[in-house]
């Protein structure tokens, strides 16, 4: 890991509920991030909320918003 992934206060994963819906596709919505502890064994999960139904899907976090 990078010092600059190290340092960084931005999240390196974000969480989203997923729905299953219509043709295969899913319904996604943001609930939450993670970020990886220093020494790579971990992460700390911030939820905003809780689904009660679908399924929580942690993703690395990218550029796009």
């Known amino acids: ?11 390196t ?3 989203y509920q997923v ?3 219509k ?3 899913g319904f996604w919505t943001r609930i939450g991030a993670a970020w990886q ?3 790579g064994n971990g992460l700390n999960i911030q ?3 809780v689904p009660l139904d679908g399924r929580i ?4 976090a990218t550029e796009q918003k």
Do not use: F, W, Y
């Open 37 to 39: 502890h220093k020494d």
């Open 1 to 11: 890991m990078s010092n600059e992934q190290q340092t960084s206060k931005a999240p």
């Open 13 to 15: 994963h974000i969480a």
């Open 57 to 60: 899907q942690l993703r690395v």
């Open 47 to 49: 939820l905003d909320c």
């Open 19 to 21: 729905r299953d819906g």
């Open 23 to 25: 043709n295969d596709k």
